[in-house]
Nanobody, 126 residues
Framework: QGQLVESGGGLVQAGGSLRLSCAVSGLTFSQYGMGWFRQAPGKERDSVSAINWSGGDTYYADSVKGRFTISRDNAKSTVYLEMRFLKPEDTAVYYC???????????????????WGQGTQVTVSS
């Protein structure tokens, strides 16, 4: 069974940066697309970014384009989300997820993902 553990969240001032990491075990990491999602209090879980198994296909939500960068290190079984120019509206619990099927594209819908991490809190103060 796949296990995903996020880290790197915290409290940052607006305009600052954070890098989230998601370490994956129990899967052949290099075969699966990965996604980052976030959920703010009282809101639905939204897709933030995704990357396919090879790193050659990526997706970004319009709200984070130009500020966030997703990457993966298949040798370390880890996916990253580099977040810059953070805004208070980026405040949420961030989750990483592994796709249900191997060798797919960068899925942006939560239904394409089977394994989920526990989440890491990101708080951006104004």
């Amino acid at each position: 069974q796949g296990q995903l553990v996020e880290s790197g969240g915290g409290l940052v001032q607006a305009g600052g940066s954070l890098r989230l990491s998601c370490a994956v075990s129990g899967l052949t990491f290099s075969q699966y697309g990965m996604g980052w999602f976030r959920q703010a209090p009282g809101k639905e879980r939204d897709s933030v970014s995704a990357i396919n198994w090879s790193g050659g296909d990526t997706y970004y939500a319009d709200s984070v384009k130009g500020r966030f960068t997703i990457s993966r290190d298949n040798a370390k079984s880890t996916v990253y989300l580099e977040m810059r120019f953070l805004k208070p509206e980026d405040t949420a619990v961030y989750y990483c997820a592994a796709a249900a099927t191997a060798f797919g594209p960068a899925y942006y819908t939560s239904g394409a993902y089977f394994y989920w991490g526990q989440g890491t809190q990101v708080t951006v103060s104004s």
